[in-house]
């Protein structure tokens, strides 16, 4: 089985930078994946990370240490359209070979 | 356009019926899922299917029931024995690095 923690809640500035952390603990692991997700709206894919180090793709970037359990989420110049949900999951290669197991989730409130 | 559709967005039951979730897709994923999600809450695990006639409980199964006839098509049936059956229910898909996309959603309601 998986148990991943995230932080609940988070605000941060426009402008700013802002890191989401994200642990785990899990049986196995095959990939980490991070989604955001707007109020009411379906999860959209933003990274994919699978072995360690840091993957850049615009405005975010996600870290990843297999060794320790923990990846975070990066956001950088801070929109106040980044305001969402942004989930951790991992794939669990001993369930169904593609299953996530998701965390939480952590509501980042972007204020002026 | 290649993505995966819900119907309908909002539904609402009452208690002691059966109600059915449409979800199709034609990204030509072999594996596809459903989940619940409760306010301030994760993605619970449903059901998901690997593969055409093939499908396996997630975490939260009892109370609902799936089928999948078709690559494109894994509809959900909620119970009445579900007893708490109000959420927003999420269909994705997933490609075979893992990465699933998602469906708009359907949110029901119990009166």
């Known amino acids: 089985g998986q148990n991943i923690d995230q932080p609940t809640e988070m605000t941060a500035t426009e402008g700013a930078i802002v890191q989401i952390n994200c642990t785990y603990q899990?049986?196995?692991?095959?990939?980490l994946f991070w989604y955001q997700q707007h109020a009411g709206e379906a999860p959209t894919f933003l990274s994919y990370?699978?072995?360690?180090g840091l993957e850049e793709k615009g405005r975010f970037s996600s870290f990843l240490s297999r060794s320790k359990g923990y990846s975070y989420l990066l956001l950088k110049e801070l929109q106040m359209k980044d305001s969402a949900s942004y989930l951790c999951?991992?794939?669990?290669?001993?369930?169904?070979?593609?299953?996530?197991?998701f965390g939480k989730g952590t509501k980042l409130s972007v204020i002026p | 356009d290649g993505g995966i559709t819900q119907s309908p967005k909002y539904l609402f039951r009452k208690e002691g019926q059966n109600v059915t979730l449409s979800c199709e897709q034609n990204?030509?994923?072999?594996?596809m899922y459903w989940y619940r999600q409760d306010p301030g809450q994760g993605l619970r695990l449903i059901y998901y299917s690997q593969i055409v006639n093939d499908f396996q409980k997630g975490d939260i199964a009892e109370g609902y029931s799936v089928s999948r006839e078709k690559k494109e098509s894994f509809p959900l049936t909620v119970t009445s024995a579900q007893k708490n059956p109000t959420a927003f229910y999420l269909c994705a898909s997933s490609t075979n690095r893992g990465e699933q996309f998602f469906g708009p959603g359907t949110r029901l309601t119990v009166l």
């Open positions: 999951a991992v794939r669990d290669p001993g369930a169904g070979s593609y299953q996530l197991t």
């Open positions: 990370n699978v072995l360690d």
């Open positions: 899990t049986s196995g692991f095959n990939g």
């Open positions: 990204l030509n994923h072999d594996a």
